[in-house]
């Protein structure tokens, strides 16, 4: 692998933004920051141009007419080269409430996929692991989960997934309400996986139950829980007070208001703000007709619903789009919004010491954005991600 560096004036490194610097690159490597121009190396030139961390994803089902519940290896590698051209460049791959074997067979086929993935020369988004999202649901706020396969969470079947999945569940989420919801989330979280909160009618006490527990993340904030009331503050409320907790945000324009997204930084500060995307497999992909698990969906201008109810089923959307709008819609500045979509949600589900930042050592996965935010070019490995 070659040695290069990349010249900027924008560098997002985890003390700060670097005013003008090179960024050297060894062997697939970040090797440092220096401000001296570095000799006998090619220096890409993007004076001009943010240079940050590549975008970590912590809460995606399918990218590019693929989904995690296909469970197939192929389509795995699939979603990640397709995530990759977006800026994407480490994600949770994220499953749907189905039936325990079928989530038995998508965690192993993800485990099978990271397997080969060393195999494969082409750069990719890396799978840091699984997100278990359901079957530990309520049905009143099951949102697009198969209502067929919801049950209680059960910590013998989170072992057997895990044991399928090559230990590569990260994230597993549950209705704080359910039967043994508190117990679950304790076991899980000893056992290194982390907890979060949602689809659920859960009044406030229920969801602060679950977070004394060890829950340090709120699924996708006001979409799938109660609404926010005055004398009833559910889980909303939850997110919006617990510290130390993480909240999940869908800023696509279409799941949560731009007021209401604002509001929700206002109360928990950026730095616990994850902004994800839970993207379905029509992203990246026409309008019409799609499928999210076995229940079909309609992808209208942008918006996917299901089309029996109605309701809102995921998003088509992209974190380089996520950051543009909650900077469009003056909430947060671009350093702000650019570390929204790597380093916090790299630290919400214990992976910031692997991905999330430039620091000498790891990976150099890194997105280049231009003065409006625009993605200009990934790099994976240190290796230009192409079109």
Request: charged share 20%; aromatic share 6%.
């Amino acid at each position: 692998m070659s040695t290069f560096a990349i010249k900027s004036d924008e560098l997002v490194l985890p003390s700060g933004i670097d005013g003008f610097g090179y960024l050297i690159i060894q062997d697939g490597k970040f090797a440092g920051v220096t401000v001296d121009e570095p000799v006998d190396m090619r220096i890409v030139d993007r004076v001009g141009c943010w240079v940050a961390p590549g975008f970590v994803d912590t809460h995606i089902h399918g990218f590019a007419g693929h989904d995690v519940m296909d469970c197939d290896p192929a389509g795995i590698r699939a979603i990640s080269e397709g995530l990759a051209r977006y800026g994407t460049t480490s994600w949770l791959a994220t499953t749907l409430t189905a039936g325990i074997d079928k989530t038995r067979e998508a965690c192993a086929s993800v485990a099978s996929a990271v397997a080969q993935d060393a195999a494969l020369p082409r750069p990719a988004a890396r799978v840091q692991g699984i997100f278990l999202e359901g079957p530990f649901f309520t049905e009143e706020h099951k949102g697009a989960q198969d209502a067929r396969y919801l049950a209680d969470p059960r910590v013998e079947t989170l072992q057997d997934w895990q044991a399928a999945a090559g230990g590569l569940i990260a994230k597993s989420a549950v209705a704080p309400e359910r039967d043994g919801a508190a117990d679950y989330i304790a076991a899980a979280t000893a056992a290194g996986v982390c907890c979060a909160i949602g689809h659920s009618s859960a009044s406030y006490a229920q969801a602060a139950a679950a977070v004394l527990a060890g829950a340090k993340v709120v699924v996708h904030t006001f979409n799938g829980m109660a609404d926010m009331h005055h004398r009833d503050p559910g889980i909303v409320g939850c997110a919006m007070t617990s510290q130390g907790v993480f909240a999940e945000l869908i800023c696509d324009g279409h799941h949560v208001d731009p007021v209401v997204c604002e509001a929700l930084v206002r109360s928990k500060g950026w730095e616990h703000v994850v902004l994800i995307t839970d993207c379905l497999s029509c992203g990246g992909l026409p309008d019409g007709d799609y499928f999210i698990g076995e229940l079909p969906i309609r992808l209208r201008n942008g918006e996917a619903r299901l089309k029996e109810g109605g309701n809102l089923a995921g998003s088509t959307l992209t974190l380089a789009k996520a950051v543009r709008n909650v900077v469009r819609w003056g909430i947060v500045t671009a350093e702000q919004a650019i570390r929204m979509a790597t380093e916090v949600p790299a630290r919400s589900c214990g992976m910031g010491d692997r991905c999330g930042a430039i620091l000498p050592g790891r990976d150099a996965d890194l997105t280049v954005l231009d003065g409006e935010l625009n993605l200009v070019e990934t790099y994976v490995g240190g290796e230009l991600v192409g079109a």
